[in-house]
């Protein structure tokens, strides 16, 4: 299967025929046949797949001899944001395939393993900590914390691991598996308008996390209920948005409200109680904070002067990744002259780098777009991704 | 079957067991219960149960000879917002039961025909248009219009209809039916706190409506899209939120946001629309006009500077509506000396006051609490609410 006949059969799957956008949440219907298709392109190319306790799946292409140490591990994920893009992810999955079969057609044989990645939940849509796959893998996330997160219809983690065949006691960190890997490099679309040229190397991923606003007031009758009497907690919610944009401004970091839940929703009832998560990023750890703590304090003004109680939880935090330098280098001695940037955006390969060395390639995103279905990369700049990505996989398996 | 008896027998359906709040929105299982709880009430008690095409039911207990005209109509509705109360609505069917059950005890013979009505959809929770069915009854609403309201899931109105049994083409005012009705009187629990005795009269309801405010921005990525690239919609909708509560403030007008949808609704995605709902009341048109108005001019202005599309529509809205003057003196006659007073909730009562002669029963509410668990009326007060009306059908059904 080409590049291009991999990514067709990709495309239909969980996309939303109105809007164009994804929905292929962690073993969800959608995510479940996109693991069946990797299943089957593994195959088609006589990989050995390997299943992880935590819901990863390594497809191995192993050197003559059978060594399984110091693997070249590449990939990345396949589930999506809510209405996400067709890139995000599945590139850098198509790719690695489409890299293992230049390598082949070219003649190389690696002298390390090399092995196709991909990790699980790595949006975080579903049970909200993002890079849930690699930060178990890793023992970034407790793995008792991890048992017990719920998704939207409150199935826990460990019952969704157990009906897909997993064993929720066994989930936390691999050691042996991490053992084994010497690096990761993970091949992914540009998710700004930052990469000018079809192929960059990533500097590092700046500091984010996502914390979650709880507002507690009274449901009432939205007719009969006077202003002076009411705990809405709307009000306290919606001062906290522009808290989050105004730190952000004042800080130069980014902040974002993308996800409210509203409880009861209806038209005619006050509000007893709304929930909203935020995102925030920065260049450094200091002003991420800055910004987090400038809107608990404004929602929490907020919410006394309305009566609402303000409860926030930190979700997930990832401090400020620099990708190894010595492995950046060599990506660039292979590569030539390209584009290095840092990026907004976290990813596995973030997550990773706290135990093995790990870099990323982007691919140039010419809307600057994503987690959205304009989300995009031309196809010649995709195959220019897996031309160097084809020639890191023959340097790092074989120098 | 005794008013504690029907009041048991409705409880627990569409009671969700965690809030204790009520899930009865029209045509939905719970609601269809409820229809099936009034018909077997009615067969129990012979009276004869007349369908309209709006979806409204009538149970009829016709005077001997079966003179149908100058009908004496009560009752109220069994739908409920989501997480609504228990009193909401069935407290005017159930105590309609019982009143009948009481003068037939009593030996009260009618000499016009009483009805018990159950009118559509009154919340408005499902298709977004309270009041419907009794809209549709009157002609307050255009047919047409009607038949495309859509519900959350897409399902039209008219598709909703079809499949109870009911012919969408059908819908609309139905004139023979309101020259029958010589009056309608329905029994409410009151909604705020308002009323210190065990029932009261209403004199009015304040004019109130909603509106639906679409924010359409430009989804995209929380984390690598720069703040000035943003077309983000919360921040204007944040906007909307506080101006309406100002504006409300200001014009001394109610003005809640309890309903909000957003999409695609990711934590680490920017949204690409916002659609959130207003519900504006006052003591007059022209401050209720006052408070849309601001509210929309402050979405536009934040829309303009987000580069967000503000977009607003009035779903439905009900001017001032002052019930018959001669009903009310000829209830405060058989009544004595009970409290007059407005309210802020609309009613069935305010849309067929345009049609016929028009008033209100309101039994206290002791929390002033509605539209949410805590929603209550004293046993005690829910029986002098059974007796008021009572008396008030002897007099109209023989005076």
Redesign the interface.
């Given at each position: 299967m080409s590049f291009e006949e991999m990514w067709a059969d990709l495309l239909p799957v969980g996309r939303d025929a109105a809007?164009g956008?994804y929905h292929r949440f962690a073993w969800t219907p959608p995510e479940l046949d996109c693991r069946a298709w990797f299943l089957d392109e593994a195959r088609r190319r006589d990989l050995e797949v390997e299943h992880d306790a935590n819901g990863n799946m390594i497809a191995w292409w192993l050197p003559a001899g059978g060594a399984r140490d110091g693997a070249v591990l590449t990939g990345s994920h396949l589930d999506s944001?809510?209405?996400?893009g067709a890139f995000d992810g599945p590139l850098g999955v198509v790719s690695a395939f489409a890299a293992v079969d230049l390598l082949r057609e070219r003649g190389t044989a690696p002298g390390r393993p090399i092995g196709i990645a991909v990790f699980a939940e790595e949006?975080?849509?579903r049970f909200?900590v993002?890079c849930l796959g690699s930060r178990l893998l890793t023992g970034a996330i407790d793995p008792g914390r991890a048992r017990a997160l719920t998704d939207e219809d409150g199935n826990a983690f460990a019952d969704v691991l157990h009906k897909a065949g997993l064993d929720p006691a066994s989930i936390g960190p691999d050691e042996d598996l991490l053992a084994r890997i010497g690096c990761y490099v993970e091949l992914h679309v540009?998710?700004?308008?930052?990469l000018s040229e079809p192929v960059g190397i990533a500097s590092s991923i700046?500091p984010?996390g996502?914390w979650r606003f709880g507002f507690i007031g009274?449901?009432?009758?939205?007719?009969?209920?006077?202003?002076r009497?009411r705990r809405?907690p709307?009000?306290p919610?919606?001062?906290m948005?522009?808290a989050a944009?105004a730190s952000?401004?004042g800080n130069e970091t980014?902040a974002?409200?993308?996800?409210?839940g509203?409880?009861?929703?209806?038209?005619?009832?006050?509000?007893?109680s709304v929930t909203a998560?935020l995102?925030a990023?920065g260049p450094d750890d200091a002003a991420v904070q800055r910004t987090v703590t400038e809107t608990h304090d404004a929602a929490r003004r907020a919410g006394r002067a309305h009566g609402v109680e303000v409860e926030v939880e930190q979700e997930s935090y990832t401090e400020v990744v620099d990708f190894n330098q010595g492995l950046r280098e060599r990506l660039a001695a292979v590569l030539g002259d390209v584009p290095v940037l840092p990026?907004?955006?976290?990813h596995d390969a973030g997550i990773l780098s706290s135990r093995v060395p790990s870099a990323m390639l982007f691919v140039r995103n010419p809307t600057?777009?994503?987690?959205?279905?304009?989300e995009r990369a031309e196809p010649a700049d995709c195959l220019a991704g897996v031309e160097a990505l084809t020639s890191v996989l023959a340097d790092l398996a074989n120098g």
């Open positions: 809007s956008g944001v809510p209405g996400g949006e975080g849509a909200g993002a540009e998710q700004g308008r930052a700046v984010h996502r009274e449901g009432n009758h939205a007719g009969t209920t006077r202003l009497d809405d709307m009000v919610f919606a001062e948005v522009l944009r952000a401004e980014v974002t409200v993308g996800k409210v509203v409880t009861p929703g209806g038209v005619n009832a006050i509000a007893s998560w995102d990023r990026t907004g955006a976290g600057g777009v994503s987690h959205a279905p304009a």
